[in-house]
Structure formats: C-alpha cells, structure tokens
C-alpha cells in the first residue's frame, strides 16, 4: 500500500492567486503532509492549466428528509443525499433537524448520528439539533449546532412570536445557534398576495431580524442567519450589530442569487421550480446577495438542498385533479397549459410546496459566479470551502469522535484533511436529470448549460469522483 498520495496542478485558496503546486497525504491519516512547488517525480495525479484544485467544499445548510419515520424517505435519504453532495463537489454537509420526527433531543440526535455511522460513506454528514419551547441544550457552548425556525417554513419545528423567542433564547446564551427568520405575523397578513414574494414579503425577513438581533447581543448568541433573501435595511441593521460586537455570520442560497422577481414575473412558471422560504425578491436584493458575497459581508453559500418531489411542486394543481382522473399534478399542469395558458400561469403562482434540491449543482453554481458574476477563485474557495469549513470543524470532534481531523476542512495546508474539489473551467455542462444523484430527481437548474464542470473530488486523498 502507498504511504502517501500525491496530486499536482493548479491550487485556488482564499489567501492568493492560483499557484501550481503539488500536495501530499498521508495514506494512512487521509490529511496533508506537505504542500509544494511542483516536482519532476510524477504525482498520482495530474491536472491541467484549465482546472483549479480548491479546498473540499462544504454546504452547511441541507435536507436530507431521513429519520426514524421513514415518513419522508421518499424524497431523500441520508445515502442519496450525499450522493448527490459528491456529485455536486461536496466533501461535508450539516443536516437540518425539521424532519417529521423533529431533532430536538439527545436520543433522536443519536439516532441520526449512528444511522448516518453505519453508511460509512466518504461525506462527512453533521447534524443540526433543533429549538423549540420545551428543549434544553445538549451541551456546552461549540459542543452542537443549533438551528431555530422564527417562523413557519417546512415542518412543525416553529417559534412563532417574539414574546416566547427570548424564554428559549435565554436558555442557549452563548451557543452557536442558526436561525431561519420570518415574522409569522406579517405572513399571515400577507398570505392573500398573488406571489411567493408577495405572501412573504421583505418587511417579514426585515421585522423578524429587528426582534431577532437585540436578543443575539443580550444573550451572546454565536448567530447565522439561514438563506438571506434581502439586501438595503437588514445589511444596514446586521452591520450596526457586528459594529456592537456581535457575531453574526450570514448564509446565501444559491436560488437567491440567480432568480429575482423580474424572472418570475417574466415567466410565472418559474414558481413550480424556484418557490422557496424565503421567497426570493426584486432584482436589487439579488445585486446586493451578490456583492455581499464578493466583499464578505455573506460568509457562505449554503443551498438549503430541499429536496420535494416535482408531484408535491405542483400542489397547486391537485384542485383540477377530478376533471383529469388518473394523471399526475405535472400532467394536469401540462394538460391545462396546452388548453388555457393564463389558467396555468396563474396556478403555478399559487402556494406549491417550498425548496428546492441543490447539491448536484454547488459546485456547477461556484462556476458560473465565476464566469458570469465576477467572482474570483480567492472568493469561491472562502465561501464555499474556508468559511464552511471553519463552521464545521468545530463540531467534528464530537459528531466523529473515531475519526482522525486533523485541523479539519477548509485549506490546502498542512495538517488538514486532504479533501479537495477540481472544477474544470473549460467544459460545458449541461444540467440533466440523468445525472443527477438526488432522490428526488429534478432540479430547478435543468438544461441550463454552465461554463465549467466538476473534474473530481477527493476526500482524505481517496479520489471519490
């Protein structure tokens, strides 16, 4: 057997340029021993000028559907999730707690952990714990990740009011603790509106953060704000915070950084494939998502993976299901276009189920930023690799306690894991749903082309794909 593992071509970090190097691992431990100029001895493996070799890319923000129930295995599990994270250039995820059988204590949290121990598979998978009004912390303080729903989005995992909010949050003072924030009020009072964006509207992000942010600082919350939808006053509110010094990181999605508004108004159908929560918004929010990212005001691109069936996408069409027995809500949605174009039109801008699966896409997403957006190799490896992995290897100790780390993910350096993501510039990548690894078999981005491609990954030196 090999003592060590050698690959050689071009390195993207956040910390320079992209440099040629070569990078060694240690077979055995799976983490970087040395990184180096390149030598005349050939390496294991060899790529070309029109590939980059960044840091394992993590996605700390999805669905993978799967627990005791069984109940919404259909859609995902924890085998096809991660599948599909490799798919997508995914060496580690962090899994939501909304699933039916809600993670919110220690022996369901155990459940997971030994499920997702006896896959063995090459992703590293974490779990969220979820809050709610009855549960207590499962540790100290950067023992777990938390996440608490301010407003109803999927699942029964929800806290609703301000009035209960700082009950719960006084009993996490101090923990790192992930928040979806919507104010369930002003979605209630907007739940008549004619689109996603109008049911859940900026005011309802912006009012939910106003109560959300004095609680962060009163009880020095560890604080990351999931799928940011919104630019202008809630970056100006989260700035006077950080200035106050609280830590507050942000995620974006990558749903709201290539749809707005002005693309489903152009083609309401859009909503069967893009409706999220929260929904995304005008063209300007879109902008400022992106630059935010650019500069570093966002720290992460996390997808918020999602995954529905398309049959739950188009939910809306179940009421014409008498008049066509037998079909499915797609083929009911296909037979009505073709009879009334501006009926269907006007149900798929009705309430469909929310989410979207986005983990074959991350890294064909971390591509097109770079094409189309301006983003440099530096930006992608912070966001999608450094960043990430510095959210994660906090918690890797106690949710893989027999595995070796090291510094964990994140860099091309010693003593980290030599997890790695080649992405191809030069080839074209056509979105198909053949070659898609989630369960669940579609994704909002089909036949789209993408300039640049997923050449290979490699988790602890072990190529994977």
Request: positive net charge; contains cysteine; proline residues 6%.
């Amino acid at each position: 057997m090999k003592k060590t593992i050698t690959i050689e071509g071009v390195v993207a970090t956040h910390r320079a340029r992209p440099q040629k190097k070569r990078i060694t691992i240690d077979a055995g431990s799976g983490l970087i021993t040395q990184v180096s100029a390149p030598q005349r001895s050939p390496a294991d493996y060899v790529f070309g000028p029109d590939c980059l070799i960044f840091p394992g890319f993590s996605d700390i923000h999805i669905h993978a559907r799967e627990d005791e129930t069984g109940a919404q295995s259909y859609k995902e599990e924890y085998k096809t999730a991660a599948d599909a994270a490799l798919n997508g250039g995914v060496v580690a995820v962090c899994a939501m707690p909304n699933t039916p059988s809600p993670v919110t204590g220690k022996n369901q949290f155990q459940w997971h952990r030994s499920r997702i121990g006896t896959l063995g598979h090459a992703v590293s998978i974490l779990n969220y714990v979820g809050i709610d009004q009855k549960s207590r912390p499962l540790g100290k303080p950067g023992e777990h990740l938390y996440k608490l729903y301010f407003g109803k989005s999927v699942g029964d995992l929800t806290v609703t009011y301000g009035s209960e909010l700082e009950e719960i949050l006084a009993r996490y003072r101090g923990q790192y603790v992930s928040f979806h924030v919507e104010y369930e009020p002003i979605v209630q009072a907007s739940k008549n509106g004619k689109t996603h964006s109008e049911r859940r509207p900026v005011p309802c992000v912006n009012e939910g953060l106003r109560i959300l942010l004095p609680l962060i600082e009163k009880y020095k919350i560890h604080a990351k704000l999931c799928h940011w939808s919104t630019g202008g006053e809630s970056f100006e509110m989260i700035q006077a915070f950080r200035k106050r010094g609280c830590d507050i990181v942000l995620e974006v999605s990558p749903l709201h950084l290539l749809f707005d508004t002005s693309m489903t108004d152009a083609d309401p159908s859009l909503w069967t494939k893009i409706q999220m929560n929260p929904a995304v918004q005008a063209p300007e929010h879109r902008k400022a998502l992106i630059k935010g990212l650019k500069e570093g005001f966002i720290q992460y691109i996390a997808t918020d993976h999602a995954p529905h069936t398309e049959e739950e996408k188009f939910g809306a069409f179940a009421r014409f299901a008498p008049e066509y027995p037998g079909l499915s809500y797609k083929e009911i949605a296909e037979m009505i276009r073709a009879k009334d174009e501006s009926l269907f039109l006007q149900t798929c801008t009705e309430n469909n189920m929310s989410g979207a699966p986005w983990l074959d896409t991350y890294a064909l997403v971390c591509a097109l930023l770079m094409r189309t957006q301006g983003f440099t190799p530096q930006m992608i490896a912070r966001v999608a690799a450094y960043e990430p992995g510095l959210f994660v290897n906090r918690f890797l100790k106690r949710q893989f306690p027999k595995m070796s780390t090291g510094k964990g993910f994140g860099e091309i350096a010693k003593g980290n894991m030599g997890s790695f993501t080649v992405i191809s510039l030069n080839r074209v990548t056509t979105i198909r749903r053949e070659d898609l690894k989630t369960k669940c078999g579609w994704s909002p981005l089909e036949d789209w082309k993408v300039p640049g491609g997923v050449e290979a990954v490699f988790v602890r030196g072990e190529r994977v794909k």
